[in-house]
């Protein structure tokens, strides 16, 4: 179990008492609200801590108002529209927006705009806006409060943001968040019914408006637990972790983008232990494994990034979810959980301030429901390294390559040769199917001898990832536990647990050799089947029309329960068509096809289990890669 905190002793206890005393006598108490909830007609919200401006209001328009602890439900209207054009306007908040309901609006606060063709001087009136409701329409000036529903703190007139709480049913997260007016996150306090799971607020979309500057504005973001916050404590998917370090002091510039460019970051979600894969039963000892909902519901969520999966897969109330991919973390969570995402071409953005697999391997990228979303959420991560072409007519490349189809007689074979055959369509070229041993027994260096790419590229990976996470996590991690619990080691779940020792029995020359075969790889794919006939090996536009798309399956339809006992956990050995965008650090997306049937054991019925496809392209190219406008 993990050690902290350790029990306080009676001397400590006494300790920390006359020190409160001591305190008590110098200074005056640290009061601080962390929000409340509330429920309205049923609904429940949040109450935030941090209060948007103030509001003059005569303290007895609002009398007949309902309120709770002295805070009202209001409205805020800032659109320039005539009182006659409130019933409308409040009809489309409901529509876009899962937060403002009709009961808000009892108390309405309109912007005071000379383009309205009211009559002066009524300042406060009473109108039939709603069915069934009179509301109490307040004219009033303050031209920075957006739009939408708020609480109302009658003694002083502040108003505080409102946020919808849901129900964790996936277990998706580790710890909601609100952001703070300092810039900084905080845990959210709240708790509404749901069997052991935590409650995550969503703020009103009426807040935010998508401009240039933000084409976020307002997008509901989560965020695996591996990267930083300022203000929040990570776990990595290890409780010892969470326990031993204190609150990040600095978010990192991927993240930070995001925020810069408007996103509404909701909370920190699961990641298989240090982001190394691991199956639901067994392996996820420290915390529970996220809830696929495809299928009968009793699915393996896939991992690492299994908690932007789960929820994303689960949620309407949440835009998209940022994971990270090294051998596959966001692609298998996505594929199986019937989702876009996709793995970068690597080295898009700076991942400081995020926990290491292996940096020469680790990506940040997105899953997410939306495709439109996802250019305008690469183009703000990824930056000047991102090149939409949403804005062209995109030239494409005509030749597209099949990896690893399924045989004939699966049934979800169909939609992989529908796909390929209408991408050869759409781009005007043909597809075929490429067996990479084939071209690498016909190509392969020098170096490789005469082995085979399965034999060649065994370990490389398996290298790669544990010796440089023992290196840069592990290591000082046990150095920072050991020191501040007596010299005790911390718990690790079974499969880092024996990647890591894998890392240990190995040469330190292993890591040099495997570096060697990953850069041998890229040579060799980059030349003989991403530049086909041509040798030009540079990442411009160009080259993403001239360079083949490679296609093979992110998920068949094949159930993978996640009460199944599938023996202890192993090392990734092997060679398999995944592997390619991890070595070659070119773009990498998950596509949604289809679904098949499935019989499951949990429900007597058949189900339905999703397919997706994987596409390739070469490097840089991420941008390519994208549905038309
Ligand atoms: C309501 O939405 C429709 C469709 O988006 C729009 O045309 C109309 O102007 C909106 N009405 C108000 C009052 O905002
Ligand atoms: C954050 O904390 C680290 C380590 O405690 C320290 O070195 C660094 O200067 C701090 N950074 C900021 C921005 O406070
Ligand atoms: C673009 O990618 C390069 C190479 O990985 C990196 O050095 C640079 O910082 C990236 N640019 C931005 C704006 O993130
Ligand atoms: C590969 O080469 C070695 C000698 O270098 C030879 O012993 C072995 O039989 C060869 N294997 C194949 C499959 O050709
Ligand atoms: C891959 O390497 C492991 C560990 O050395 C070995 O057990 C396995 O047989 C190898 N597989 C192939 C295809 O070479
Ligand atoms: C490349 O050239 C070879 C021989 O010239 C030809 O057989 C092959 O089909 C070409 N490949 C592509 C992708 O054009
Ligand atoms: C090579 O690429 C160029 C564009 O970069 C294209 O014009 C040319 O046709 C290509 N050649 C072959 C043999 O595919």
């Known amino acids: 179990m993990a050690r902290s905190p350790r029990p306080a002793s009676v001397w400590s206890l006494g300790h920390s008492i006359l020190f409160l005393l001591a305190t008590i006598t110098t200074t005056s108490a640290q009061l601080a609200s962390t929000g409340f909830s509330v429920t309205l007609n049923d609904v429940y919200y949040f109450v935030s801590p941090f209060s948007s401006g103030k509001i003059d209001v005569r303290r007895d328009s609002l009398l007949k108002v309902p309120r709770v602890l002295g805070f009202l439900p209001v409205t805020v209207v800032q659109d320039r529209v005539a009182h006659s054009d409130l019933t409308k306007l409040f009809a489309n908040w409901t529509v876009i927006d899962d937060v403002y309901q009709a009961a ?295 030749q597209i390559y099949t990896l690893e189809f399924p045989p004939a007689s699966d049934p979800s074979i169909k939609l992989f040769e529908d796909f390929a055959e209408a991408l050869a369509k759409f781009v005007g070229g043909a597809a075929s199917p490429l067996d990479p041993e084939v071209k690498w027994a016909a190509t392969r260096p020098a170096e490789a001898g005469n082995a085979t790419l399965s034999d060649f590229f065994n370990t490389t990976y398996a290298t790669i990832i544990t010796k440089e996470q023992t290196a840069l996590l592990r290591d000082p991690f046990y150095r920072d536990y050991a020191a501040a619990h007596s010299n005790r080691r911390p718990f690790i779940n079974p499969t880092p647990l024996i990647r890591w020792a894998y890392g240990d029995s190995l040469p330190a020359s292993a890591l040099t050799t495997a570096l060697a075969a990953q850069t041998l790889f890229t040579t060799w794919f980059t030349t003989h089947i991403l530049s086909s006939n041509n040798t030009t090996t540079t990442t411009t536009t160009a080259t993403c029309h001239t360079t083949p798309l490679l296609l093979y399956p992110a998920a068949t339809g094949l159930s993978l329960p996640r009460n199944l006992y599938a023996g202890p956990p192993g090392i990734p050995f092997g060679f398999y068509a995944s592997r390619i965008a991890s070595f070659a650090g070119v773009p990498d997306l998950v596509f949604p096809l289809g679904e098949v049937g499935v019989m499951s054991d949990v429900t007597g019925q058949e189900e339905r289990l999703p397919v997706a496809v994987s596409v390739l392209a070469a490097r840089g190219c991420d941008g390519l890669l994208r549905l038309e406008g």
């Not at 990040?248 to 509404?264: K, W």
């Not at 994971?323 to 989702?339: E, N, V, W, Y």
Request: charge should be negative.
């Open 104 to 398: 808000f609006s009892e108390a309405i606060f309109l912007a005071e705009s000379s383009g309205r063709n009211e009559p002066e001087g009524l300042a406060v009136t009473e109108r039939q806006i709603l069915p069934g409701l009179s509301s109490t329409v307040i004219a009033f000036k303050d031209s920075k409060i957006p739009s939408g529903p708020y609480f109302l703190e009658a003694a002083t007139g502040s108003l505080y943001p409102v946020y919808r709480l849901y129900e964790d049913f996936a277990g998706a997260f580790t710890e909601p968040l609100i952001p703070t007016p300092d810039g900084k996150f905080q845990p959210m306090s709240a708790k509404i019914p749901g069997s052991s799971t935590l409650s995550v607020g969503v703020p009103s979309r009426l807040y935010f408006t998508k401009t240039a500057d933000k084409p976020l504005a307002g997008v509901r973001l989560g965020v695996k637990d591996i990267y930083s916050l300022t203000g929040v404590k990570r776990s990595n998917g290890n409780r010892a972790w969470y326990s031993l370090y204190p609150p990040s002091n600095v978010t990192g510039p991927a993240i930070q983008r995001l925020i810069d460019a408007g996103a509404q970051i909701v909370g920190l979600q699961k990641t298989s232990q240090f982001a190394n894969g691991e199956f639901a039963t067994a392996d996820w000892v420290d915390y529970h494994a996220p809830f696929n909902p495809r299928g009968d519901g009793y699915e393996d969520a896939g991992s690492s990034s299994s908690g932007a999966g789960a929820s994303i897969s689960s949620y309407e109330w949440l835009d998209i979810a940022i994971g990270s991919d090294t051998g596959g973390s966001i692609r298998g969570p996505a594929g199986i959980q019937g989702l876009f995402g996709n793995r970068p071409s690597h080295g898009l953005v700076s991942l400081d301030h995020v926990m290491p697999l292996a940096p020469t391997l680790d990506t940040p990228g997105f899953i997410l429901r939306d495709p439109y979303l996802w250019d305008a959420a690469s183009a703000a991560i990824y930056g000047n390294n991102y090149t939409s072409f949403g804005n062209e007519k995109a030239e494409y490349p005509q």
